[in-house]
């Protein structure tokens, strides 16, 4: 098994370009997160879904945008793309009634913007 | 709302114990967890608790405290490979699947 992959795990773009991670999970889980990782912040959470066809908003959800339209995937979409948005993203998954509720993390993508 | 606090630094010697402070102040409580996170690493599952006392796995172990809404993760016999930053996080209800972090803390382990 692969676990959480992500793609790419690499990206630098320009003030206004848009891009699209995607996050890919092959246990089968329910529950998945994107989350962003800045110096000094800790994890936060950006949106998350509870199954395929559903969304929500997590902590900070502004100027990111998501689609779940398949249970293993959960794709983060950036329209406009600002320096503040320069940060490491990272997905997560979650097996719904698990004993122990452990998120699964893929390796991250490093995204600059410019 | 969730205030999760948790030193930011910490520096211990190999060979040693060391044990990390997590103080959480939450609307409802069910579960901590701690995780660890090498440098440009994804973060990785540790331990989770839901009730008080002490658990132990390997040299790893983790308390909980409701009451006092505390938790620690002590790191025995340190290892150059322990230097990584330790991630605590709440579900604050139950049924809840979303996790708070807390800023983490870099320990640092040096010969």
């Known amino acids: 098994n692969a676990g959480v992959t992500q793609t790419p795990k690499f990206r630098v773009l320009k003030t206004g370009q848009s891009m699209t991670l995607l996050c890919a999970q092959d246990?089968?889980?329910?529950?998945m997160y994107w989350y962003r990782q800045d110096p000094g912040m800790g994890l936060r959470l950006i949106h998350y879904s509870v199954g395929e066809g559903t969304t929500a908003k997590g902590e900070v959800p502004d100027g990111y945008n998501v689609s779940r339209l398949k249970k293993q995937n959960f794709l983060l979409g950036l329209e406009s793309a600002a320096p503040s948005q320069t940060s490491v993203y990272f997905c997560?998954?979650?097996?719904?009634?698990?004993?122990?509720?452990?998120?699964?993390f893929g390796p991250g993508t490093r995204l600059t913007v410019l | 709302g969730q205030n999760i606090d948790q030193p930011t630094e910490m520096t211990a010697t190999e060979g040693a114990i060391v044990q990390i402070n997590c103080t959480y102040q939450?609307?409802?409580?069910?579960?901590l967890f701690w995780y660890q996170q090498h440098a440009g690493e994804a973060p990785t599952f540790l331990s989770y608790?839901?009730?008080?006392g002490l658990e132990e796995k390997g040299r790893f172990s983790s308390f909980l405290s409701r009451s006092k809404g505390y938790s620690y993760l002590l790191l025995k016999e340190l290892q150059m490979k322990d230097s990584a930053s330790y991630l605590c996080?709440?579900?604050?209800?139950?049924?809840?699947?979303?996790?708070?972090f807390g800023r983490g803390t870099s320990l640092i382990v040096h010969p």
């Open positions: 997560a998954s979650t097996i719904r009634g698990g004993a122990s509720y452990e998120q699964f």
């Open positions: 608790n839901v009730l008080d």
């Open positions: 939450t609307s409802g409580f069910n579960g």
């Open positions: 246990m089968n889980h329910e529950y």
């Open positions: 996080a709440v579900r604050d209800r139950g049924g809840s699947y979303i996790p708070t």
